[in-house]
T-cell receptor, first 113, second 111 residues
Framework: DAGITQSPRHKVTETGTPVTLRCHQTENHRYMYWYRQDPGHGLRLIHYSYGVKDTDKGEVSDGYSVSRSKTEDFLLTLESATSSQTSVYFC????????????FGPGTRLLVL | DAKTTQPPSMDCAEGRAANLPCNHSTISGNEYVYWYRQIHSQGPQYIIHGLKNNETNEMASLIITEDRKSSTLILPHATLRDTAVYYCIVTIVGYGQNFVFGPGTRLSVLP
């Protein structure tokens, strides 16, 4: 299994609170992705990164920001959490020359009350 | 617009081959077929991919029809641990951010 960890694995927070999720990899892969998974919507891309300090928006980026200051870490921040951001969040990584073979982390379950 | 169509669910007896179909009638010449699966509560797992030739690896075989409008993922000897949702994805390569995970097929391997 690819070396990908996500923290925290579970979090309960209140509406309006900032939340940061962390994805950490030990594979030195260039690309990193944040997805969310909700019933009836499948997996949807939030943001992705194609290198240190290089990020771009995905399909559902509103309300989220990301940062990547090191190859191994990709942070997802909910500036002011809302109940609609209750979801399971998955991080994924891939290599430059094989972007479609993505390795996923174990996920973070976030509940916004 | 959905690029792929998969049956919502399938059953398979343990030890038998599981054949999961995927229709992609609008596939372009430069688009690949990728298969992933997601075991309950875990992150998706890459299985296999192909362009037009049949492919096999340690997990599965991928059969793509000659006209490339459909494909079949074959798990040769399904086990209970293969129970999962299987996603068929059609995509051009070089744009990992363009993956579209549809609803997939929920495969239940029965003892």
């Amino acid at each position: 299994d690819a070396g990908i960890t996500q923290s925290p694995r579970h979090k309960v927070t209140e509406t309006g609170t900032p939340v940061t999720l962390r994805c950490h990899q030990t594979e030195n892969h260039r690309y990193m992705y944040w997805y969310r998974q909700d019933p009836g919507h499948g997996l949807r891309l939030i943001h992705y990164s194609y290198g240190v300090k290089d990020t771009d928006k995905g399909e559902v980026s509103d309300g989220y920001s990301v940062s990547r200051s090191k190859t191994e870490d990709f942070l997802l921040t909910l500036e002011s959490a809302t109940s609609s951001q209750t979801s399971v969040y998955f991080c994924a990584i891939s290599e430059l020359r094989d972007q479609e073979t993505q390795y996923f982390g174990p996920g973070t379950r976030l509940l916004v009350l | 617009d959905a690029k792929t169509t998969q049956p919502p669910s399938m059953d398979c007896a343990e030890g038998r081959a599981a054949n999961l179909p995927c229709n992609h009638s609008t596939i372009s010449g430069n688009e690949y077929v990728y298969w992933y699966r997601q075991i309950h509560s875990q992150g998706p797992q890459y299985i296999i991919h192909g362009l037009k030739n049949n492919e096999t690896n340690e997990m599965a075989s991928l059969i793509i029809t000659e006209d490339r409008k459909s494909s079949t993922l074959i798990l040769p000897h399904a086990t209970l641990r293969d129970t999962a949702v299987y996603y068929c994805i059609v995509t051009i390569v070089g744009y990992g951010q363009n993956f579209v995970f549809g609803p997939g097929t929920r495969l239940s391997v029965l003892p």
